[in-house]
């Protein structure tokens, strides 16, 4: 089958052909044409499948083929919600390069950079805005975007925004947009969240699921390397030069671990750069861009940070800590063996994480197989110290030690007695500054909390500056979920609340 067949208009598929594609992905060819038939759509698919393409293809055909006769400048008519900048930066760069022989105008959203440009871009007019969900929410909220004549809605990665506290903006957002559109949801999960939040957001859908969940693909060869947790960052080095590995995406379970590893590894003359939630937006695009590129050797990254990170025939990922999360192993290696691509992802494993790597082999239901490197022994009086579990919360910080010298994540736990205080570090929200100072707290697309910024919106980014575009008038200090802050001297709500409900899964 071919992309002509899918019924696109000779304009993309020329587009889709300078790209080096010819045959649509198992996704592509499902989605495609029942998008054009113009009804919702529920589609699971893993990552490296293609979906970016599965709904942008069909998107552009169809604003194209209905653009309204009015005058004065376009008015925003699809939105895609994506939950971090670099996912977002990515499918605005596939809607430019599939697009580019149509005459529609497209933009991205993200915090972490200045705002006025992006007010700058909506005021010329555009068709196609690919937003974070904060950053989106201020400009609803300063009123710099017009979200009327929205006739397409796209939520991509939907699993993951649930996953890291969305829950609350994206209802947020959906009630300011018009009732009748066209509702596109893609995930790489079909949980009881997404279930539920299909049953709302959804008329009708068609469903779609490609991959059985918690697959990897059969193109991704799978190896561990037992390895003391002392000798991780030699072990790599190691490998890298051994195998004579020249791009390769290195996960640490924290901020300080990746940046620790970033700085070891260019002392032993390996080019090696950190991306994360702390990271500015610049040095985020500056490393990821060299990466691509093939100037630059590691990318070490944390979880958050490496959603949207495309990158074709990628042939090495490493997990030099093991997640907490099963089922982000699945998203990590993921990066790799992407669209049918050949690609090998290397687990270095110590002996504090036997148990993940336990849960990993019961999730994607294998054996992993386990290769002992002559020099590398394992010493069997190393002692394992305890990982702390659980999905990592908006505005905390894990209490647990990792092997990449950094703190896990934060494990979340029953509600405390009314007297118990809870403590930082522990995943906990922060505590919030008093009304109207700048806005502080946890980030979102970030998906992990900024330090020495003072406070970051929720795009991981600035803090946002109090006054409103036309008011004048400074906004209380808010929390994460959007609800005014409390008083200092009393314990932040629990995360459930924040998130309008959801529940905090318990500790594994």
Known sequence: MSFSELGLSDKLVRAVAEQGYTTPTPIQAQAIPAILKGGDL?????????????????????????????????????????????????VEESVRNYGKYLRLRSMVMFGGVGINPQIEQLRRGVEIVVATPGRL????????????????????????????????????????????????????????????????????????????RNTTAETVAQRVYPVDRERKRELLAHLVREHDWHQVLVFTRTKHGANR???????????????????????????????????????????????????????HVVNFDLPNVPEDYVHRIGRTGRAGAEGEAISLVCVDEHGLLRDIERLIKRKLEQTVLTGFEVDPTIAAEPIQKGRQQRGGQGGGQGSGGGRGRAQAKPAAPAAAKPSQGQGQPRQRPAQNAPRGGATQAGGEAARGQGGANRNGGQPRNPQRSGGGQARPAQDAAGAPARNNNRRPAPQAALLGGARAKPAR
Do not use: W, Y
């Open 137 to 212: 929410l201020d400009h609803v909220s300063q009123r710099t975007i017009d979200l009327a004549s929205v006739e397409l809605l796209v939520l991509d990665e939907a699993d993951r925004m649930l996953d890291m506290g969305f829950i609350h903006d994206i209802r947020k957002i959906l009630n300011v947009l018009p009732p009748k559109r066209q509702n596109l949801l893609f995930s790489a999960t079909f949980s009881d969240d997404i279930r539920a939040l299909a049953d709302r957001l959804l008329n009708n859908p068609a469903s779609i699921e490609v991959a059985r």
């Open 261 to 315: 590893l970033a700085e070891q590894l260019t002392k032993d003359g390996l080019s090696a750069l950190a991306i994360h939630g702390n990271k500015s937006q610049s040095a985020r695009t500056r490393a990821l861009s060299e990466f691509k590129a093939g100037t630059l050797r590691l990318l070490v990254a944390t979880d958050i940070a490496a959603r949207g990170i495309d990158i074709d025939q990628l042939p």
């Open 42 to 90: 529920l589609a699971g698919a893993q990552t490296g499948t293609g979906k970016t393409a599965g709904f942008t293809l069909p998107m552009l055909q169809l604003l194209s083929e209905s653009a309204p006769q009015r005058q004065g400048k376009p008015a925003v008519r699809a939105l895609v919600l994506t939950p971090t900048r670099e996912l977002a930066a990515q």
